[in-house]
Every structure is written in structure tokens, then in C-alpha cells.
């Protein structure tokens, strides 16, 4: 039997059975919050698709790839950093610390997002002459998002280096994707006139407030009274140090994923940009059990690392890359054998995107097969030499998108993009595995 004394706390989460039971229990969490999310956001996508058609739903899809983009650099690398910085700073108890953490990243992501929003919004009104119709308020409504996401993501961060990953899933994977149906819903059953992809975003961005609303709320009550009453501690530039190698990581990594929609909607449309985006997001499902493991792994890498626990390292890195395995398979049997019926299932002219998701299904196989390779480094310290992968990575999807979308269209953009994921994928295991000496994979 595995059972621990009451009284253990540190010393049960860092022994060896603690290492697979604290994941166990974790990734159960992670799980449930992400199943219901996957769920959800696949009805969410499907809705989109048949309430917009292929042409809005692409215009929508462009508009919010800039959206992560831009949020992206607003987030600065705190939100990886913060898993890291979370969880040593709560198993050391250092609430001084924490909480100086929290004040100062908030305060400096508050400023860049709403810089960042004025930016989107200079976009809209400057660069729009050529655009589609519609375009231009997508954009403009879309930067509304841009604080709210940032935020939210930090938030995010928080609960999963507190390890409560239902909590940090919950608002965003659920609540939100669940408002945006509603709506649509409402829309549906009482049209005034055809949902346009502004108001779309528009719905998308009061849905957003509430999740950001109640997010906070599970923050606050996540935290134990030592960090409310804790006088802040500030360290700013240590935390600047590490945050902006892991915010180059993190910004190469969603630039490798929205390059191709960001190119496709330049170079070939709106109808093309709605079309790939479905596969794309349909390709997520590949790396479901990859992403569940993590939300729970990553904060217990660096407490086992910065511990020197390699044994149990070893041990919650196989039980990743296990569970990445089983539900790889499962969602790659299951995409060859129905794809045609999942694609007519968003509406006619969708089926287009089947030879591209075939494409990204593959890398994605690859990406979940090598483990948590990326984790693996920027939280044991190798964020530089991560961050130069990912931008060979980047390189050579921006150059193989610019010659390959113009000959081939949108299964050019995915054999990139394919290329791209599992070039960073295979190099970084190799890097584990030789400098750490993890096992990554099954």
C-alpha cells in the first residue's frame, strides 16, 4: 500500500511514491479540467464554423491568432516563469517573495497588454484599406481581449504552480467556450440579422471578463493567508532574467503556431484562413494527454530538479509520456479512421482541410512522443539553449511557409509547419537526454 504519516508535507511530496501519486492526482485533475475543455471547445469550434461559414469564421480565426500573438509579448514570460518561481517559492515558504512576484509581474503585464491592445488597434485603423469587409472592427473588438487573455494567463500559471490545474482550466477551457455557445444560441433562436466574425469577437470578449472575473476569485481563495499577510518582496531582476529567456521560448513556440494562419490569411484569404484553422485546431487533439501531463509536470520538474530528486524526476517524466502515448494513439486511430465525418460535421467546404490535418497530425504524433521536452528544459535552467531551438525552429517555418503556401496553399503551410514541430521536438530530446539524463519518452 502507498501511505504516508499525516504530518507529512515536503518530505511526502518529494519521496519517491510521492513523485507518482502527487502526479497521479494532478494529472487527474488536469485531465477532467482539459476533457471538458476539449469538449466544449470542440462544440465551441463547430458552432463557430456553422453560425459564421467559412469566409467570417476565417476573418475571426486571423483576427484572434493576432490576438495570441500579441499576447504573447504582453505576458513578457511570466506566465511560464511563474510555474517555476510558484512552486519553489511555496515548498520554501517564502511568501514575501511570492507575493512581490505577484504585484510586480501583474503591474508590468497590465502596461505591455494595453499597449499592446492600442497596437492591434493602430493595425485596424492604419493597415485596413485592403482588408475584407469586416475586417477592420474584428480587429478593433479584438483588442479588447488583449488585457483579459495576458491577465488571465498569469493567473493561469499561478494555480498550476499551486498545482490546482482544474481551477487554472476551469474559467477559460470551460466557462468561457460555455458563455460564447450560449450566446450564439441566443442569436440563432432570435435572429436579427446573420452573425458577422465582429460579433463574434465581441461575444468572445464579454465572455471573456467573466472567466477573467471569476478566475481571480479562484486565485485568491487558492492562496493561503501567510501570502495575504505577507509583506512583498521584490527581486525583479532575477525574475527579469529568467522570465525574458523563457518569454523568447514561449513567444518562438506560439509564433511556430500561428505562423501558417497569420501567413495563410495574408497571402491566400479569408476562406482558406477558415478552412485551415479547423484543422489546426482538430490537430490539438493529438497532443491532449501531452498537454494534461504538463499543466501538472512542469511545476513538479523544477521542484524535483531544484531538489535533486532525479530518481523522481525520471519517474513523473516516463508517467507523462506514458499517458501522451495512450491518448495519441487513440486520437490519431480515431482521426484516420473519421475524418471525413468530423470535417462535414463544421459544414460544406470544410472537408478541404482533410490532406492538411493529416499533415499536422503527424508532427503533433512526434510532439507528443518525445514527452515534455520543452518543460524539461526551461525549468531546470536550460532556457537559453531552448530558446535558440525554437527560433531555428521559427526560422525555418517562416522560410518554408513564404516558398510552400503560394505553390501549395494550405498543405504547404502545414508540412511547415509539421517540419518546424518536430525539428524543435527531436533536437530538445536529444539535449534531455544527453545533457539532463532523462528519459523523455515512453
Given at each position: 500500500m502507498n501511505a504516508f504519516p499525516p504530518a507529512a508535507t515536503m518530505?511526502?511530496?518529494?519521496?519517491?511514491?510521492?513523485?507518482?501519486?502527487?502526479?497521479?492526482?494532478?494529472?487527474?485533475?488536469?485531465?477532467?479540467?482539459?476533457s471538458l475543455g476539449l469538449g466544449i471547445?470542440?462544440?465551441?469550434?463547430?458552432?463557430?464554423?456553422?453560425?459564421?461559414?467559412?469566409?467570417?469564421?476565417?476573418?475571426?480565426?486571423?483576427?484572434?491568432?493576432?490576438?495570441?500573438?500579441v499576447v504573447l509579448v504582453a505576458t513578457l514570460g511570466f506566465d511560464t516563469a511563474f510555474m517555476r518561481f510558484v512552486s519553489v517559492y511555496m515548498a520554501q515558504g517564502d511568501w514575501g517573495h511570492l507575493r512581490g512576484l505577484f504585484s510586480r509581474a501583474?503591474?508590468?503585464v497590465m502596461i505591455a497588454s494595453?499597449?499592446?491592445?492600442?497596437v492591434l488597434t493602430g493595425m485596424a485603423v492604419f493597415l485596413s484599406q485592403n482588408w475584407p469587409s469586416g475586417q477592420r472592427e474584428t480587429f478593433m473588438a479584438a483588442a479588447v481581449l488583449i488585457p483579459l487573455f495576458s491577465l488571465s494567463a498569469l493567473r493561469q500559471a499561478a494555480l498550476r504552480g499551486l498545482k490546482r490545474v482544474f481551477l487554472a482550466d476551469m474559467p477559460d477551457a470551460v466557462l468561457r467556450p460555455l458563455l460564447i455557445m450560449a450566446a450564439l444560441g441566443v442569436c440563432w433562436l432570435y435572429p436579427i440579422s446573420p452573425l458577422t466574425?465582429?460579433?463574434?469577437?465581441?461575444i468572445q470578449a464579454g465572455a471573456a471578463l467573466a472567466a477573467f472575473l471569476l478566475g481571480g476569485k479562484l486565485l485568491f481563495a487558492s492562496l493561503p493567508q501567510a501570502f495575504r499577510s505577507a509583506v512583498p518582496v521584490y527581486a525583479s531582476a532575477h525574475w527579469l532574467k529568467i522570465a525574458f529567456p523563457m518569454f523568447l521560448i514561449s513567444a518562438m513556440h506560439v509564433v511556430l503556431k500561428q505562423t501558417d494562419v497569420l501567413m495563410i490569411g495574408a497571402m491566400l484569404g479569408p476562406r482558406?484562413?477558415?478552412?485551415?484553422?479547423?484543422?489546426?485546431?482538430?490537430?490539438?487533439?493529438?497532443?491532449?494527454?501531452?498537454t494534461a501531463a504538463n499543466a501538472i509536470c512542469a511545476p513538479m520538474i523544477s521542484e524535483y530538479f531544484h531538489a535533486d530528486k532525479k530518481a523522481e524526476l525520471q519517474r513523473i517524466v516516463r508517467l507523462a509520456a506514458r499517458m501522451s502515448f495512450i491518448f495519441t494513439t487513440l486520437a490519431t486511430v480515431a482521426m484516420v479512421l473519421?475524418?471525413?465525418?468530423?470535417?462535414?460535421i463544421f459544414g460544406p467546404g470544410f472537408i478541404q482541410a482533410k490532406t492538411a490535418l493529416m499533415i499536422l497530425f503527424i508532427a503533433q504524433m512526434v510532439n507528443a512522443l518525445t514527452g515534455p521536452v520543452g518543460f524539461l528544459m526551461v525549468m531546470t535552467g536550460h532556457q537559453v539553449r531552448a530558446a535558440y531551438i525554437n527560433g531555428a525552429a521559427v526560422t525555418a517555418n517562416?522560410?518554408?511557409?513564404?516558398?510552400?503556401?503560394?505553390?501549395?496553399?494550405?498543405?504547404?503551410?502545414?508540412?511547415?509547419?509539421?517540419?518546424?514541430?518536430?525539428?524543435?521536438?527531436?533536437?530538445?530530446?536529444?539535449?534531455?537526454?544527453?545533457?539532463?539524463?532523462?528519459?523523455?519518452?515512453v
Amino acid at each position: 500500500m502507498n501511505a504516508f504519516p499525516p504530518a507529512a508535507t515536503m518530505k511526502r511530496l518529494l519521496n519517491g511514491r510521492g513523485a507518482g501519486t502527487t502526479f497521479m492526482r494532478g494529472a487527474a485533475g488536469s485531465f477532467a479540467g482539459k476533457s471538458l475543455g476539449l469538449g466544449i471547445g470542440f462544440l465551441l469550434q463547430v458552432a463557430l464554423a456553422r453560425t459564421l461559414g467559412v469566409d467570417e469564421l476565417g476573418i475571426y480565426a486571423y483576427a484572434l491568432a493576432w490576438v495570441t500573438v500579441v499576447v504573447l509579448v504582453a505576458t513578457l514570460g511570466f506566465d511560464t516563469a511563474f510555474m517555476r518561481f510558484v512552486s519553489v517559492y511555496m515548498a520554501q515558504g517564502d511568501w514575501g517573495h511570492l507575493r512581490g512576484l505577484f504585484s510586480r509581474a501583474a503591474r508590468m503585464v497590465m502596461i505591455a497588454s494595453l499597449m499592446g491592445a492600442g497596437v492591434l488597434t493602430g493595425m485596424a485603423v492604419f493597415l485596413s484599406q485592403n482588408w475584407p469587409s469586416g475586417q477592420r472592427e474584428t480587429f478593433m473588438a479584438a483588442a479588447v481581449l488583449i488585457p483579459l487573455f495576458s491577465l488571465s494567463a498569469l493567473r493561469q500559471a499561478a494555480l498550476r504552480g499551486l498545482k490546482r490545474v482544474f481551477l487554472a482550466d476551469m474559467p477559460d477551457a470551460v466557462l468561457r467556450p460555455l458563455l460564447i455557445m450560449a450566446a450564439l444560441g441566443v442569436c440563432w433562436l432570435y435572429p436579427i440579422s446573420p452573425l458577422t466574425a465582429r460579433d463574434a469577437m465581441l461575444i468572445q470578449a464579454g465572455a471573456a471578463l467573466a472567466a477573467f472575473l471569476l478566475g481571480g476569485k479562484l486565485l485568491f481563495a487558492s492562496l493561503p493567508q501567510a501570502f495575504r499577510s505577507a509583506v512583498p518582496v521584490y527581486a525583479s531582476a532575477h525574475w527579469l532574467k529568467i522570465a525574458f529567456p523563457m518569454f523568447l521560448i514561449s513567444a518562438m513556440h506560439v509564433v511556430l503556431k500561428q505562423t501558417d494562419v497569420l501567413m495563410i490569411g495574408a497571402m491566400l484569404g479569408p476562406r482558406e484562413t477558415g478552412i485551415y484553422s479547423v484543422a489546426v485546431r482538430l490537430s490539438d487533439l493529438a497532443v491532449f494527454g501531452l498537454t494534461a501531463a504538463n499543466a501538472i509536470c512542469a511545476p513538479m520538474i523544477s521542484e524535483y530538479f531544484h531538489a535533486d530528486k532525479k530518481a523522481e524526476l525520471q519517474r513523473i517524466v516516463r508517467l507523462a509520456a506514458r499517458m501522451s502515448f495512450i491518448f495519441t494513439t487513440l486520437a490519431t486511430v480515431a482521426m484516420v479512421l473519421f475524418s471525413d465525418w468530423i470535417l462535414g460535421i463544421f459544414g460544406p467546404g470544410f472537408i478541404q482541410a482533410k490532406t492538411a490535418l493529416m499533415i499536422l497530425f503527424i508532427a503533433q504524433m512526434v510532439n507528443a512522443l518525445t514527452g515534455p521536452v520543452g518543460f524539461l528544459m526551461v525549468m531546470t535552467g536550460h532556457q537559453v539553449r531552448a530558446a535558440y531551438i525554437n527560433g531555428a525552429a521559427v526560422t525555418a517555418n517562416v522560410v518554408l511557409n513564404l516558398i510552400l503556401i503560394p505553390r501549395y496553399g494550405i498543405e504547404g503551410a502545414a508540412f511547415s509547419t509539421a517540419f518546424s514541430i518536430v525539428l524543435w521536438n527531436v533536437w530538445m530530446l536529444v539535449f534531455v537526454r544527453r545533457r539532463l539524463g532523462i528519459r523523455s519518452t515512453v
